[in-house]
């Protein structure tokens, strides 16, 4: 059944990767073409401006204080996850949001559930394909450092694993799927998903993708 107005809330810190956010935030841009009851935003610590992957800098419509209403939380991924992963204010903003709230991530943001605890003795992922300092000695894959950082996690290599509640996506591009995903969560069929993708001229990519989802709920 469609939830009417389903609002997307996306977080934006340091060092957040560009496409972790933007790619499900456009997909929602696009999306409320077809439905203008959709809502989709940016919720930082604090209302000031945040510098995010290659000097990005972007300013979030809400901050955690003024606890928005939400249907899904998004944490992307990127180098400030790992400074995220350790970040109090986070933790009791994740812990105050409704049972009926999503929480869903992209690439590295699954560490800071991981961190938390929340993939314990349920599905997660991260990215699979590692760039060349995680290629090297020095480095380590995402999806097996989520394995170190919540063993008790069963780890998935599906593009998109949904638990129910927790919905994590694997590498950068991810976000195109977990956005895609996250409207038939919201009750949306699958003619509207695949008119969006139309649309958007990713309906090639979307029919590789579409399946490549593990539903654990």
């Known amino acids: 059944?469609?939830?009417?107005?389903?609002?997307?809330?996306?977080?934006?810190?340091?060092?957040?990767?560009?496409?972790?956010?933007?790619?499900?935030?456009?997909?929602?841009?696009?999306?409320r073409r077809l439905d203008p009851e959709l809502?989709?935003?940016?919720?930082?610590?604090?209302?000031?401006?945040?510098?995010?992957?290659?000097?990005?800098?972007?300013?979030?419509?809400?901050?955690?204080?003024?606890?928005?209403?939400?249907?899904?939380?998004l944490i992307p991924g990127g180098f400030g996850t790992r400074q995220e992963m350790y970040n109090g204010r986070l933790y009791r903003y994740i812990r105050s949001l409704?049972?009926?709230?999503?929480?869903?991530?992209?690439?590295?943001g699954s560490w800071v559930y991981g961190k938390m605890g929340l993939l314990d003795g349920i599905a997660g992922t991260s990215r699979k394909a590692p760039?060349?300092?995680?290629?090297?000695?020095?480095g380590k894959v995402p999806?097996?450092?989520?394995?170190e950082i919540a063993p008790a996690c069963r780890i998935s290599r599906a593009r998109v694993?949904?638990?129910?509640?927790?919905?994590?996506?694997?590498?950068?591009?991810?976000?195109?799927?977990?956005?895609?995903?996250?409207?038939?969560?919201?009750?949306?069929?699958e003619a509207f998903i695949t008119e969006l993708a139309r649309i958007m001229e990713y309906?090639?990519?979307?029919?590789?993708?579409r399946n490549d989802i593990e539903v654990n709920a």
């Open 1 to 31: 059944m469609k939830k009417s107005g389903f609002r997307l809330g996306i977080y934006v810190f340091k060092d957040a990767e560009v496409i972790d956010y933007a790619a499900p935030y456009g997909v929602f841009s696009v999306a």
């Open 39 to 73: 809502d989709v935003f940016l919720i930082a610590d604090s209302l000031r401006p945040v510098q995010t992957q290659a000097g990005l800098t972007v300013v979030p419509n809400y901050s955690f204080a003024e606890e928005p209403d939400v249907d899904a939380f």
């Open 98 to 108: 409704s049972e009926q709230c999503l929480l869903t991530s992209v690439c590295t």
């Open 131 to 138: 760039d060349r300092l995680e290629a090297s000695e020095m």
């Open 143 to 147: 999806i097996d450092r989520l394995s």
């Open 161 to 189: 694993v949904d638990n129910g509640r927790i919905i994590t996506a694997g590498g950068i591009a991810a976000g195109m799927e977990l956005g895609f995903h996250l409207l038939r969560k919201a009750g949306y069929d």
């Open 203 to 209: 309906d090639r990519a979307y029919e590789v993708y």
